[in-house]
């Protein structure tokens, strides 16, 4: 079993970078697909990023590509999502969750979920 645990939210202003970091208690943390999903007022819940259990494969949402990085560190028990460029339409609430088996696109596959950050960013 995994808990999960994100920080790095706040208010930015359009073009700023944040980062978000996931902790994650638990020993089997390497054995886990990291993702990155975001939910905006009114919306549905949408894959942001994911990375493999080892780190050597990352996978983005296109209109993420080039802007958002993931990465872990499983020394550490740790995801993070560098953002870069931010826009306005970025704001949500971003959620880290873990996937044991699946498709890493699809929310409901995942198995853990944090309690989510809130991500503002002002035009």
């Known amino acids: 079993q995994l808990q999960l645990v994100e920080s790095g939210g706040g208010l930015v202003q359009a073009g700023d970078s944040l980062r978000l970091s996931c902790a994650a208690s638990?020993?089997?943390?390497?054995?886990?697909?990291m993702g990155w999903f975001r939910q905006a007022p009114g919306k549905e819940r949408e894959f942001v990023a994911a990375?493999?259990?080892?780190?050597?494969?990352?996978y983005y949402a296109d209109s993420m590509k080039g802007r958002f990085t993931i990465s872990r560190d499983n020394a550490k028990n740790t995801v993070v999502l560098q953002m870069n460029s931010l826009k306005p339409e970025d704001t949500a609430v971003y959620y880290c969750?873990?996937?044991?088996?699946?498709?890493?696109?699809?929310?409901?596959?995942?198995?853990?979920w944090g309690q989510g950050t809130q991500v503002t960013v002002s035009s």
């Open positions: 969750a873990a996937l044991k088996s699946g498709n890493y696109y699809h929310a409901n596959d995942y198995d853990y």
């Open positions: 990375i493999s259990w080892m780190g050597d494969s990352s």
């Open positions: 638990g020993r089997t943390f390497s054995t886990y697909f």
